[in-house]
């Protein structure tokens, strides 16, 4: 479709695993095709014959491409994902799942085992803070926090 936003994650060589580990996570999500790449342009990619070069796969309706581009890349804070939870089932489901082998963070981020940036978030998180007479103290609440307590941003 014309118009349409893919995100294109670079990976060293993990853009198989990383789809499969996505796709695991979230229930409206699967793969949908994988290219390798051939003989054409080995002095460029440097790639065997047969490598995966990119996954696209699907999440909840939006479609990535995860690309096998070489080391050359890697992933930073500056771009991440946010997953809104109207639970806090759905918060320790995501939590704890994409933070497998990763790093876990301040006020809801972690990093994935591949260096991906996530935001786990309730999502009523934004009218709570919306609220002048409750802006504070959610705040206060959450900056304490590493995952996301919905009860405990409820009761600030």
């Known amino acids: ?6 995100p294109c994650l670079w990976f060293n060589n993990q ?13 409206n999500s699967k793969i949908e095709s994988m290219t390798r790449y ?9 790639q065997k014959e047969g490598t995966v070069l990119t996954v696209q796969f699907a999440i ?14 890697k992933f930073n804070e500056a771009i991440s994902f946010q997953v809104l939870c109207d639970t806090q089932e759905e ?5 704890m799942r994409l933070s497998e082998g990763g790093e876990k963070g301040q006020c809801g981020w972690l990093k994935d085992k591949f260096g991906v940036s996530w935001q786990i978030v ?13 802006s504070e103290k959610v705040t206060k609440a959450f900056l304490q926090m590493k995952k996301f307590n919905i009860e405990k941003l409820m009761e600030a």
């Not at 051939?38 to 440097?46: D, V, W």
């Open 15 to 27: 853009a198989e695993d990383a789809a499969k580990f996505y796709t695991s996570i979230f229930k």
């Open 91 to 95: 918060i320790d489901h995501y939590w």
């Open 1 to 6: 479709m014309t118009g349409q936003i893919t």
């Open 60 to 73: 909840n309706g939006q479609t990535f491409t995860a690309l096998n581009g070489g080391p050359l890349f």
């Open 122 to 134: 309730p999502a009523i998180l934004s009218k709570l803070l919306s609220d002048p007479s409750r």
């Open 38 to 46: 051939g003989k054409e342009g080995f002095e460029i990619h440097g």
